[in-house]
């Protein structure tokens, strides 16, 4: 363990601002344009998210296995939802749902002013809340709930994201946006794709962004 509590991974502690670096040069490579979010990817010291044994993967661009059946998004498409959401504006007040290991909801608290992350399993919410510890942020607050429900006692958001593949827009989330705000999310089922909607006086207007391959969000909490 170092000083901060976490194991201290053989190496990593002392070369991962560099593989960040190197991690964030290929994310602009692959054409990732936002400065704060770039920034943002190269602050958070993603090693700390996932099993040890995989630590040395922790800045390559995959999805790594984090327990439960579950995994920790790849940098580039956290990267890609974020800017989508982001693009000519700021995030404001965020609304994540699936917190998993606590990488991606990280990211968000550099980016937001106040972050909300949901998660519908127990353990793996502890499990978030032990790795955030360090990263000391205040400006996160973290909830063991079935995010089909989104959360109404801090509703409205300005942005919301999805971690979890909907099968359908999920109608309480449309409800809890801002107007003005933004939500992204991969949705389909074997197939899925990233959509972009954007509530306005008129209603909401939808973009389809790139494929994607995410893990299906399910109903009810464990
Ligand atoms: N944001 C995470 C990705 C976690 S994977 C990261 O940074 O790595 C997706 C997560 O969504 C899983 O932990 C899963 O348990 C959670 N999830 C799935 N359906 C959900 C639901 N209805 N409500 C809340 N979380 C859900």
Not at 27 to 51: K, M, N, Q, W, Y
Not at 119 to 143: M, Q
Not at 177 to 201: C, F, H, K, T, Y
């Amino acid at each position: 363990m170092n000083r901060r509590g976490h194991p201290q991974v053989q190496g990593i502690g002392m070369t991962s601002q560099r593989t960040r670096a190197r991690m964030v040069e290929r994310l602009r490579g692959d054409g990732i344009t936002d400065e704060a979010v770039l920034a943002a990817l190269g602050s958070v010291p993603r090693h700390l998210f996932v099993e040890e044994a995989l630590a040395s993967r922790a800045y390559d661009d995959d999805a790594l296995p984090i327990g439960f059946s579950q995994t920790i998004s790849q940098p580039y498409v956290v990267a890609l939802m974020i800017q989508a959401l982001r693009a000519g504006r700021e995030l404001g007040k965020v609304l994540e749902i699936g917190t998993g290991c606590g990488y991606q909801a990280a990211v968000l608290a550099q980016l937001a002013t106040e972050v909300y992350s949901i998660e519908r399993i127990a353990p793996l919410l502890a499990k978030a809340r032990t790795n955030l510890r360090s990263l000391r942020l205040s400006n996160l607050r973290l909830k063991h709930a079935d995010g089909n429900f989104g959360l109404p006692e801090a509703a409205p958001f300005d942005s919301i994201i999805l971690s979890a593949a909907a099968r359908q827009l999920p109608q309480a989330l449309l409800q809890q946006l801002a107007l003005g705000g933004r939500m992204i999310l991969p949705l389909g089922s074997s197939a899925q794709v990233l959509r972009l909607v954007e509530r306005s006086r008129s209603g909401y207007s939808e973009t389809t962004l790139d494929a994607v391959r995410f893990v299906p969000m399910l109903m009810g909490v464990e």
